[in-house]
């Protein structure tokens, strides 16, 4: 069913987290999110690019009646006394958070000590959020433990009026985080805050946790993934072919390009995916070489563009993430990493027998194949359907093979 269009189309945007009309459909996706946050918290979950801010800054742009919502990002906290840090910050910066927090004075003394001081010297201004973390983590100190005054915050948040949504973008990857740094810990921390959300399982605060690294196949490693299982799942999926096409045509009429009949389903066919960002990169290119040219947008420019500039030197760096995150995250696991995409891209599906041959043939443990492996399903490099693997996608497998694989001699 094609979705509904905006009064003003979605302009091309490529990048950002796209709010307002630049948010294309997706209404039966927010729709849905709201009816699973009525039940519980909820893990929301697509691979990088898939559009995850997008929506959660949806919901918190127009937030259900009834509902109070605050949206932060996480992706850089390192530790749980962090993210006290980056949660008290939210709270002290919404409007409607923030008076309960007036209720701070009859607060656990460590919590009114904490804040009260804060507050006197920085202000609350929501332009004033850098100063105040910088406040809040000084003024932490040492001092008492995160868990005891992330608990006293939250239970503040009991009282507010209405329900109270805390979107945490990038949860999983500040849990990769803490994993990275300390496995005990981290598995603490996510113990403890699993005991948060099922004591509060029946009252009014919730939890929308998201991000771009799959989580479950690394606590599953570890067999905890019951850490998690009590939130609800909602994978957020590629827009349907029909819809995509609506997409493409609303994108190119907003932006008043001129164009042949035919040419947003080509567009569709060629990104051959209906993730609106792989959609939008190949819109940029076929706009940019018809201004070049001066002239429409026609059928067959498509494929070319798509080959030579998509996949070509110049958008390298848009996707050089693929490529940098196997360095900044995998460790030791990085090579074994690289050699498994290495001969994914002369063959697919290869059974977890033939990867682990290839591991060993370039002079790695192939006894480190199923914790590799484990980790490029968490990144969605790849998919496993038994003991089969492929890449997750072909726009991926290109990109790879032309950029970074070194069985076809690049890098
Ligand atoms: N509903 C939408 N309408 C229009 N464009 C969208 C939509 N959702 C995503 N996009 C496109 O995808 C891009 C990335 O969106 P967003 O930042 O929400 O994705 P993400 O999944 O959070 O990415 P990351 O994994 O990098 O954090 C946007 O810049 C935009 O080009
Ligand atoms: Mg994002």
Known sequence: MAQQREARGPAN??????????????????????????????????????GKSSLMHALADAPRDGWTVEYFDVEYVQTPRELLVELTAAVLAHDRLRTVLDKVKQAPGQLARWLGGVVSDVGLARDKIGELKI????????????????????????????????VIDEFPMMVGNFLDREQADAIHFLKWFRAVRQRRGGDRLRFLLGGSVNIEPRLELLGQQALLADLERFPLRPLERSDAEAFVAAVLEAEGARHEIGVAAEIVRIADCGV??????????????????????????????????????????????????????????????????????????????????????????????????????????????????????????????????RSRGRL
């Open 13 to 50: 945007v490529v990048g950002a987290a796209v709010r307002g009309n630049d948010f294309w459909g997706r209404s039966d996706d927010v729709a849905q999110v709201w009816r699973q946050l009525e039940r519980g918290s909820v893990l929301l979950t697509a691979p990088r690019r898939h």
């Open 135 to 166: 406040a809040l983590r000084d003024g932490l100190g040492d001092g008492p433990s995160w868990a005891e005054l992330t608990e006293q915050l939250l239970t503040l948040l009991d009282h507010a009026d209405g329900h109270v949504l805390l």
């Open 276 to 405: 609106p960002f792989f959609l939008q990169v190949l819109i940029s290119e076929v706009m940019a070489e018809a201004r070049r040219q001066r002239r429409g947008l026609l059928v067959p420019d498509i494929e070319p563009i798509y080959q030579d500039r998509v996949l070509g030197p110049g958008n390298r760096a848009r996707f050089s993430h693929y490529h940098s995150r196997l360095k900044e995250h995998y460790g030791p696991l990085e090579e074994p990493a690289r050699l498994v995409l290495d001969a994914l891209v002369l063959d697919q599906p290869l059974t977890t027998r033939v990867l682990a041959d290839a591991v060993a043939r370039g002079g790695e443990s192939a006894a480190v194949l199923d914790e590799t492996l484990a980790l490029l399903e968490s990144d969605y490099y790849v998919d496993r359907d038994g003991d089969r693997v492929r890449f997750a996608n072909g726009f991926l497998r290109s990109w790879w093979m032309r950029h970074a694989a």
